[in-house]
């Protein structure tokens, strides 16, 4: 859905350097979701936000990322110190609040693919 | 902990045949189910869902998928692809209690369709 907006679309960092990956959700939506889309799997899911809270990061690796989702502005991923394993395809995704004819369904954003050389 | 397997990688196909992807869950409580598709360059799109209700679900462009309880399955089935449904498409299931929202997802099919 075009509403997601991600950016940038595509990334190019080298060994070390840092990405910070940015999504702002569809209007009127307080829950985003990222996830990781490797060669050859699906997607796996990371963190999921609210309004400056971190709901659950199960999937988060515990070192070198982190995520952020301001009272203003889009939310960021970042991920320090980037190693060749990180180059994959970031998914924002993002529903509205509980109760508000949340249906379950997520709005996925065009992704941002990361290249690390 | 929530798994969904898909069990076709890579399909090809001819025009006019028939389709039918497998996804199977495991989760031992109540959930919700999904399939989404993945165009060459796109976003992921929903196709359709399944809450409650009669387990067989119409999507868009002429997909549908059943619900089988017994077998934790949600295929999607389609009966004459076309060349445009050349995607990946993706299961994904999330638990009815989980106060998260979040979806897990199978490794996803690659669906080619030779004109």
């Known amino acids: 859905n075009a509403g997601v907006m991600q950016n940038p679309r595509h990334l190019v960092r080298r060994r070390g350097q840092e990405a910070r990956l940015r999504c702002s959700p569809m209007?009127?939506?307080?829950?985003v979701y990222w996830y990781r889309q490797l060669p050859e799997e699906g997607l796996k899911f990371m963190v999921y936000?609210?309004?400056?809270?971190?709901?659950?990061e199960s999937g988060m690796p515990k070192e070198r990322f982190s995520a952020e989702f301001p009272k203003e502005g889009p939310s960021i991923l970042r991920i320090q110190q980037v190693v060749r394993g990180d180059s994959a395809a970031y998914f924002c995704?993002?529903?509205?609040?509980?109760?508000?004819?949340?249906?379950?369904?997520?709005?996925f954003g065009e992704g941002s693919r990361l290249t690390v050389l | 902990a929530q798994s969904v397997s898909q069990h076709n990688h890579h399909v090809i196909l001819s025009e006019a045949a028939s389709l039918e992807l497998g996804c199977n869950y495991s989760?031992?409580?109540?959930?919700?189910l999904f399939w989404y598709v993945q165009y060459p360059g796109q976003h992921l799109q929903l196709l359709l869902k399944?809450?409650?209700?009669?387990?067989l679900v119409k999507g868009i462009k002429g997909f549908e998928a059943e619900f089988i309880k017994s077998k934790f399955s949600f295929n999607l089935r389609k009966p004459s692809v076309q060349w445009s449904d050349t995607a990946e498409y993706f299961c994904?299931?999330?638990?009815?209690?989980?106060?998260?929202?979040?979806?897990?997802f199978g490794q996803g099919t690659t669906l080619q369709v030779k004109p």
């Open positions: 994904a299931v999330n638990a009815r209690s989980s106060n998260t929202g979040k979806l897990i």
């Open positions: 995704a993002s529903s509205p609040s509980r109760g508000t004819g949340n249906t379950g369904e997520l709005f």
């Open positions: 936000l609210q309004k400056e809270n971190i709901i659950d």
């Open positions: 209007k009127g939506h307080s829950h």
């Open positions: 399944y809450f409650s209700g009669d387990p």
């Open positions: 989760y031992g409580g109540t959930v919700n």
